[in-house]
């Protein structure tokens, strides 16, 4: 006998797991796309032998990721159509598809093409994937709110959400160097390509199952506002660069990004030259333990949020972050497994600190809102936002941007020629000090990206708890503790990793 469907006082199903676990599958389905994104420079600098010119190219497409976020969101929010589900279901479901084939565009093995062709297939490959990404992740963010509008519901799709971007961060960090490393620590091209193919067709199967277990309860319908004014990019930059908490917080997300996505481009090089032996394949299960401490403090964040304060709590994470960063300075080249034990420990205390500013970024980044309000009596959230998300995407391409190019002056340079005379990066022909030198390129960037951290939120973001009680009693606001965090997203899982 069928089970009769339990229907709320709207009519539709009630809320429950059902609807946690779709929505913890649709983040899960981004990661598995989004977690190839940090192989990009390992595949172009050593399989393509593209070292020189990808820190260009990779600025060139984050700067259109920058303007693409804003572009198709606005396409998305002005689309008045009517959709037999739901509009943003409706989207997901296109980006699903095109997601399979936009993550292998971004790693195709074509190794005899000139670098002009490369360079167009790089850059088309990349435009590709972040479009479908973003218009899946973009109606995925906002569909939050239309599954419920309840606040007990809200709070359950909000974790169930982090435990799906961090599931689908852990699966990829230790299945993937398996695949795509060979027992000599060399770069299997090939196979990265066919693993983007898997990734986006499990990504598919994941945002499937969201979409055939999603119940909007919400209507979504909203009327256009003729009278908005247009956007003006100039003003909206002066009122950013006006807003202290916003410039502070932008400040250490653009930290985290430039230091952590950079670095991840030599951790890989350390456990490929300086580890070595087989070691490659092993790099994903060392980063995992990275998570610990981040899972370990999550239970406790809205409880020491509520008792200390947001600054405060990232201050001490930013301090922490430090701590760990200035430890991976002590390194052993003649004792590899004690350094490897004395790695692992100082990146457990670094993602700490790390762990703890991402989880309360985004909640400061809605104080900084409030602040502008507060200030100016205008609350503009679309602009500091806009501005924000702005910023940090240019600094995830700066980041590994940067790190190519420093990882060149310091031995990470073409090497060899492959079997069409180009010259490419064989990692068997390095040497020890090449290893070493990324070794101690890690901490450096480590250390820059906490340093650049600590600055933002000690020094320009000035809503402390004292200030922030203040400024929400004069603007009427009753803060409750479901609302002091927000959660992070798929990047900030990545760098968390």
């Known amino acids: 006998m069928k089970k009769e469907k339990q229907l709320d006082a709207t009519g539709h199903r009630k809320f429950g797991i059902r609807d946690s676990l779709a929505y913890a599958a649709g983040d899960l389905g981004c990661n598995m ?12 600098s050593q399989f393509m032998g593209m070292r020189l010119w990808y820190p260009i190219l990779l600025i060139i497409v984050q700067v259109w990721d920058a303007i693409n976020d804003p572009l198709i969101g606005s396409i998305i929010d002005a689309d008045r159509r009517k959709y037999k ?36 297939i790089f850059i088309a490959g990349y435009i590709v994937w972040d479009a479908f990404y973003t218009i899946a992740n973009v109606p995925y963010g906002s569909l939050l709110s239309l599954i419920s509008n309840k606040p007990a519901d809200r709070a359950s799709l909000s974790a169930w959400r982090s435990i799906g971007s961090m599931v689908g961060n852990m699966l990829p960090m230790v299945l993937l160097p398996f695949i795509i490393y060979d027992e000599n620590d060399n770069l299997i091209g090939q196979n990265v390509f066919i693993a983007a193919l898997i990734m986006g067709a499990l990504g598919f199967i994941c945002f499937q199952f969201m979409i055939r277990n999603t119940e909007v309860r919400v209507d979504t319908e909203v009327k256009l506002n003729e009278d908005q004014p247009k956007f003006n990019v100039f003003v909206a930059l002066k009122n950013f660069v006006m807003n202290r908490p916003a410039v502070g917080a932008t400040l250490a997300a653009m930290g985290m990004f430039i230091g952590m996505q950079g670095a991840s481009t030599a951790v890989q090089v350390v456990f490929q030259v300086y580890y070595g032996e087989g070691m490659s394949q092993f790099s994903g299960i060392v980063q995992l333990f990275a998570m610990i401490p981040i899972v370990a403090f999550t239970p406790l964040a809205r409880k020491m949020v509520t008792k200390y304060g947001k600054k405060e709590l990232a201050i001490v994470g930013s301090v922490c972050s430090i701590i760990g960063a200035l430890g991976l300075f002590v390194v052993l080249p003649q004792n590899k497994g004690l ?159």
Not at 36 to 42: D, E, H, R
Not at 447 to 475: C, E, P, S
């Open 85 to 120: 589900r739901n509009k943003f279901l409706q989207y997901i479901w296109v980006g699903s598809i095109g997601l399979i084939i936009g993550g292998a565009c971004c790693f195709l093995p074509i190794t005899g093409a000139q670098p002009l062709a490369k360079a167009i």
């Open 339 to 497: 350094d490897l034990v004395l790695y692992i420990v100082c990146q457990l205390v670094y993602s700490l600190g790390l762990g703890i500013y991402s989880t309360v970024s985004w909640a400061m980044m809605g104080d900084a809102i409030d602040y502008n309000e507060w200030k100016t009596g205008k609350r503009e959230e679309g602009v500091v936002y806009a501005m924000h998300s702005f910023f940090r995407k240019l600094a995830q391409g700066l980041g590994p941007a940067l790190a190519i190019f420093i990882m060149g002056f310091y031995g990470y340079v073409e090497n060899d020629v492959n079997e069409f005379g180009e010259s490419i990066i064989n990692i068997e022909l390095l040497g020890a000090q090449v290893g070493l030198n990324m070794r101690w390129l890690v901490a450096i960037l480590f250390l820059v990206a906490a340093v650049m951290q600590f600055i933002g939120l000690a020094l320009i973001y000035n809503l402390d708890k004292k200030t922030l009680a203040k400024m929400n009693a004069d603007l009427g606001r009753d803060v409750e503790a479901d609302d002091v965090l927000t959660y992070t997203t798929a990047e900030d899982n990545d760098n968390l990793a």
């Open 33 to 44: 796309s989004f977690a190839l994104k940090s192989t990009m420079a390992i595949f172009w």
